[in-house]
């Protein structure tokens, strides 16, 4: 069984309603519509958290990215083959 749903009213493009008619089967073009509104929150979400969290790590609290992360992930992937062998 699906998910509870509601019917939603607003309004589409002429060229976008016509184009979903025409491609989609009349019973499947909820579906895709919450499918692609589903996308595009979930995008909408993310590059809010992006903005929000930007400049959150300070260089003066974690020193040992100075040299970048590659550098700093190459250097514990190293320390890590070391010790194992020793």
């Given at each position: 069984?699906?998910?509870?749903?509601?019917?939603?009213?607003?309004?589409l493009p002429v060229d976008l309603l016509e184009d979903l008619k025409n491609t989609v089967a009349k019973r499947e073009q909820s579906k895709v519509v919450a499918e692609a509104l589903r996308k595009e929150l979930k995008?909408?979400?993310?590059?809010?958290?992006?903005?929000?969290?930007?400049g959150a790590w300070k260089e003066t609290d974690h020193p040992e990215f100075k040299k970048g992360t590659?550098?700093?992930?190459?250097?514990?992937?190293?320390?890590?083959?070391?010790?194992r062998s020793a």
């Open positions: 069984m699906g998910a509870a749903a509601k019917q939603a009213n607003f309004f995008r909408i979400h993310l590059e809010r958290a992006l903005q929000s969290s930007f590659d550098a700093y992930v190459r250097s514990m992937r190293k320390s890590s083959r070391t010790s």
